[in-house]
């Protein structure tokens, strides 16, 4: 099959899937499509939203429409890296005594990884879920053991009752390639969610694609041409972050302590690409950066005590940015 083709097909089976999800989840059409493109970017997504606002559905819903195996984990203050990643036990040879090492694996052997509330463990087992996403491996008693494919963490977090969290520090949040803010819905989407939710009715999400075809398609992604002009914009935009650099926009030297790195830049192109081809087109524009420019960035860069001072938030920077870099 051609990659035009394919990249047709995709965009069919997009719309399917998000047909399925809209079956059970109501509204969040914006937090849906960066959901996909994460996941067929081969990224990790960071959720932020308030309690009640159907996080864990959405991503319960994301992998039965996928065909994939979900494990969801509660992040609590006495969770444990071996709680995630997995356990070796003591196991005993009936028939002839001999004791061996049996590895136990933890949730992290799964598809689709929920890691609710990971703002409430401790740094040591945070480390834990953020190396496994960055080695798709576990190492356990001198022996490593690959994760499953197509492997996608969603962490979350609950912006509202911080005592006694540990936030993640900014150079573990840049492991994720995007941030999402989960807002409250509209009044009539509230409606219909109360409606949907309080009968007896219960929709069925059909599987759309296997694990197998994800794979592909994340294959696909990587080999959309880009142009230069568009690689260009998406770097500009990154060093427009850097109150360093020479030129950059007032609002970026009097808001920000720290820009974005190079792996913005990255993020911003493959970004890019994953949305142009769920929209079925053959090369991504600066449209398409722009569209992921948000959850690319705001977790990348740092505001300073002026920034909080007068009420200036990294969203309302970056869209200041979009409009003065061209």
């Given amino acids: 099959m051609s990659d035009l083709k394919a990249i047709e097909n995709l965009a069919g089976s997009v719309k399917s899937i998000r047909s399925e999800i809209a079956k059970v989840i109501v509204g969040q059409e914006t937090i849906v499509e960066q959901l996909l493109i994460t996941l067929f970017a081969r990224g990790h997504c960071l959720l932020v939203g308030v309690p009640g606002l159907a996080k864990t559905l959405l991503i319960r819903t994301l992998a039965d429409a996928l065909d994939l195996k979900f494990n969801r984990v509660q992040f609590t203050p006495d969770l444990m890296p ?71 963490v969603l962490a979350t977090q609950n912006p509202i009752e911080q005592e006694g969290t540990y936030p993640l520090p900014e150079a573990q949040l840049d492991r994720f390639m995007f941030n999402l803010w989960l807002d409250y819905p509209s009044f009539q989407d509230e409606v219909n969610i109360v409606k949907n939710t309080t009968s007896g009715y219960k929709p ?17 992604v990587r080999r959309v041409p880009v142009a230069d002009n568009v690689v260009e914009f998406a770097v500009k935009l990154v060093h427009a972050t850097r109150p360093s ?11 920000l302590s720290y820009g974005a790195g190079p792996r913005a830049s990255q993020y911003l192109i493959l970004g890019a690409k994953t949305r142009a081809a769920l929209l079925g087109k053959t090369a991504p524009d600066m449209d398409d950066v722009r569209a992921v420019a948000a959850p690319v960035l705001r977790h990348r860069i740092v505001a300073n005590f002026n920034a909080e001072a007068d009420n200036v938030s990294t969203v309302a920077i970056i869209e200041q940015l979009l409009k003065e870099v061209v």
């Fill in 82 to 152: 071996s709680d995630i990643t997995g356990t070796e036990i003591i196991e005993e040879n009936v028939s002839t005594g001999h004791k061996d090492f049996r590895f136990i694996k933890g949730p992290i052997f799964a598809n689709i990884v929920l890691a609710d509330e990971i703002n409430r463990t401790p740094p040591k087992t945070q480390a834990a879920l953020l190396e496994a996403m960055q080695e798709s491996n576990v190492t356990a008693g001198g022996q490593t053991y690959k994760l499953d494919t197509p492997f996608f």
């Fill in 204 to 220: 069925e999400v059909k599987p759309v694609l296997t694990a197998a075809e994800i794979m592909q398609y994340q294959d696909l």
């Fill in 245 to 255: 650099e020479k030129n950059t926009v007032k609002i970026v030297k009097d808001f």
